[in-house]
């Protein structure tokens, strides 16, 4: 391995985010899952969680895309509940969005996503499950003004990822590792092995 490489491996490791995750719900177009390990991995995420129960997780094919998700680790779930208890027992807040209609619902913009944050997403066509609904934190809702009201799931993820960040960044989070040392040299291990 180059010195250049090996240079890369260290500062990609440095950079990522131990408490910022995604969770997939029933997510079935593997474009779109594609999509959003590319945008997740591209932000520093290196944990997915993955539920799904009503369809299988997709087959991905190799392409630029889906090399994303050989640098994120997935944990999977067949239902909502036990996937929450291990984000609560690690302390996350659990943002879910749908179109509730509650005056409840927090704008995207009106989230601190510099906490602990796992993002829930849902299915393309009937969104989260009532499970999700009734077990997240808060709704929250990414604003939109045009005639449209719901974004590609894909795109949604990219918007709700950069907006953490831009938090992130903000606050320097870029810059000093939630990790431990321990936990970094790992990971680079790991990387390298990959």
């Not at 944990?47 to 994120?72: D, E, H, Q, V």
Request: net charge positive.
């Amino acid at each position: 391995m180059t010195p250049k490489r090996f240079n890369k491996f260290s500062y990609v490791t440095g950079k990522r985010q131990k408490y910022l995750t995604l969770v997939l719900e029933n997510i079935h177009d593997p474009h779109n899952v594609s999509a959003i390990f590319r945008s997740a991995e591209a932000v520093g995420v290196d944990r997915i969680y993955l539920i799904y129960n009503t369809c299988r997780f997709p087959k991905i094919g190799k392409t630029s895309s889906a090399s994303a998700r050989k640098w994120i680790t997935t944990e999977k779930f067949d239902n909502v509940k036990d996937c929450f208890a291990e984000l609560k027992k690690n302390r996350f807040r659990i943002y879910s969005t749908h179109m509730s209609g509650s005056k409840k619902d927090k704008s995207l913009y009106d989230l601190d996503l510099t906490k602990r944050t796992a993002l829930v997403l849902g299915n393309e066509h009937s969104g989260v499950s009532d499970d999700v609904k009734e077990l997240s934190d808060k709704n929250f809702l990414i604003p939109m003004y045009g005639m449209i009201q719901s974004l590609n799931v894909s795109v949604a993820a990219a918007v709700c990822l950069y907006e953490a960040l831009r938090q992130r960044t903000v606050k320097g989070m870029y810059e000093r590792s939630r990790y431990t040392k321990k936990e970094l040299k790992d990971k680079l291990t790991d990387y390298l092995n990959r």
